[in-house]
């Protein structure tokens, strides 16, 4: 069985990113496969191959009071590169 992986940052959610970024984190994709070696000695590893996407989460927080003429405070906040995985239900057996 393989799953979907989201990484986040920046108090945001799995969901809230994973619904941004079009991958549902957690969700899994199960197949029933062999992989083996024909030949002589030696053992094959089945891996799940998967689509992968980078990303990158800003955060934007206006705060203060608004009074006439004055303006609002803005602070950004921006996450390093971040990674999610979305299984594609193909194998390799290597």
Sequence with gaps: MASATVQTALNASAATVGSSIGISAGASTELSIKCGVSKGPGRATLYAQATKKTYQIRKTRIYGVSSFGSKLKTEVRTSAMLTA????????CV
């Design 85 to 92: 995985f979305k299984p594609n239900g193909r194998y390799s």
